[in-house]
C-alpha cells in the first residue's frame, strides 16, 4: 500500500502565498509522476500542475505564472509553491502519485484532501 499525506493548506488573503506538500510512503518501486488537482463546491476535479520524475512539468492555465510544481525525487515528496492567490483558487487540494509497483504494474494514489481558502 502506498500512503500520500498532504500539508500546508489554510487561509490566507488575497494576493498571499501558501506552500502545499505531498509525501509518498510505502510499497513503492518508483514514482513516475506526482500532480495537484482541485476541486471547488459544485465543481468537477481539475487538473492544477503535474510533474515527472525527469523535471517536466504542466499547468492548468489558470495558475500559469502564479504556482510552481517542483519534486524531490528522493523523499517522494512533491510542492506546489501557489503565490498571488485569488478567490477562485479556493478549493480543496488533492496530491496525486503515480507509483510504480514492485510487480511493474503503475497504480493511481490520491491523498485526503487540503483545503485552501483565499479571503477577498
Known amino acids: 500500500q502506498v500512503q500520500l499525506v498532504e500539508s500546508g493548506g489554510g487561509l490566507v488573503q488575497y494576493g498571499g502565498s501558501l506552500r502545499l506538500s505531498c509525501a509518498a510512503s510505502?510499497?513503492?518501486?518508483?514514482?513516475?509522476?506526482m500532480g495537484w488537482y482541485r476541486q471547488a463546491p459544485g465543481k468537477e476535479r481539475e487538473l492544477v500542475a503535474g510533474?515527472?520524475?525527469?523535471?517536466?512539468?504542466n499547468y492548468a492555465n489558470a495558475v500559469k505564472g502564479r504556482f510552481t510544481i517542483s519534486m524531490d525525487n528522493a523523499k517522494n515528496t512533491v510542492y506546489l509553491q501557489m503565490n498571488s492567490l485569488k478567490p477562485e483558487d479556493t478549493a480543496v487540494y488533492y496530491c496525486?502519485?503515480?507509483?510504480?509497483?514492485?510487480?511493474?504494474?503503475?497504480?493511481?494514489?490520491w491523498g485526503q484532501g487540503t483545503q485552501v481558502t483565499v479571503s477577498s
Open positions: 510533474i515527472s520524475t525527469g523535471g517536466n512539468t
Open positions: 496525486n502519485a503515480v507509483v510504480v509497483a514492485f510487480s511493474g504494474l503503475e497504480y493511481d494514489y
Open positions: 510505502g510499497s513503492i518501486f518508483d514514482i513516475s509522476g
